[in-house]
């Protein structure tokens, strides 16, 4: 069975800040992982994408992260917050062929300037 | 190109009464998921097609729920006696193809149901 859990419901940051918001997964097949963001009354949209080809994954926005099978992780950075980067951050794992994603329960980005 | 669109875009409805949602799925994508997003339960996996395979139904929570996808195109999704716990933002999805999982699923702005 596959299951994400995302640490921290809500994380706050100051514009120019660090972003760092953590997703951990477990999988009993190699995992494949994605992170989507949400904003407001908007449907999702992926930010990047786990595959096996690189562990150190770069998306849209200035986001990336970094597959760590070691410690099952695929936190979500971004060096320097924006305002628009205010939204619904969700990390998600699928590996079985012919499954859906598994969505943690999403970690909600506050930036304040 | 045109992304995936789902219709209506808000419903409101009372307790008991039937629903029907619809998506319309990227043009040329094989695979289409249903998905149920709540307060308190997150998003979860409803339904998914897949060509012309039988759909997986294991995610659907109770047999008021049902869902086709006709011409291998557009989906709907009918909720039956609906209840208030139904309430929610369903959304669709769709991908290209479904390899090992590593396909992109492209979402729609989803329907808001409100069922009073």
């Known amino acids: 069975a596959q299951s994400v859990t995302q640490l921290g419901s809500h994380v706050s940051v100051s514009e120019g800040a660090l972003v760092l918001l953590r997703c951990n997964y477990s999988?009993?097949?190699?995992?494949?992982l994605f992170w989507y963001v949400q904003y407001p009354n908007q449907g999702l949209q992926l930010l990047l994408k786990?595959?096996?080809?690189?562990?150190l994954v770069k998306g849209i926005n200035g986001f990336e992260a970094e597959f760590k099978k070691s410690e099952t992780s695929f936190h979500l950075t971004k060096p320097s917050a924006h305002m628009s980067d205010a939204a619904e951050y969700f990390c998600?794992?699928?590996?079985?062929?012919?499954?859906?994603?598994?969505f943690g329960k999403g970690t909600t980005l506050s930036v304040s300037s | 190109g045109a992304g995936v669109s789902q219709s209506p875009s808000n419903k409101v409805t009372e307790k008991g009464k039937d629903v029907e949602l619809r998506c319309d799925p990227i043009?040329?994508?094989?695979?289409l998921y249903w998905y149920r997003q709540s307060l308190g339960q997150g998003l979860e996996f409803l339904i998914y097609?897949?060509?012309?395979?039988?759909?997986?139904k294991s995610g659907l929570p109770s047999d008021r729920f049902s869902a086709e996808r006709t011409g291998g195109s557009v989906s709907t999704l009918t909720i039956q006696r609906t209840q208030q716990e139904d309430s929610a933002v369903y959304l669709c999805?769709?991908?290209?193809?479904?390899?090992?999982?590593?396909?992109?699923?492209?979402f729609g702005p989803g329907t808001r149901l409100l069922v009073l």
């Open positions: 999805a769709s991908s290209p193809e479904l390899a090992e999982g590593q396909e992109t699923q492209y």
């Open positions: 999988s009993s097949v190699p995992p494949y």
């Open positions: 786990y595959t096996s080809a690189a562990t």
């Open positions: 998600a794992v699928s590996g079985e062929a012919g499954t859906a994603l598994i």
């Open positions: 043009s040329g994508h094989t695979a």
């Open positions: 097609f897949q060509g012309n395979s039988a759909p997986d």
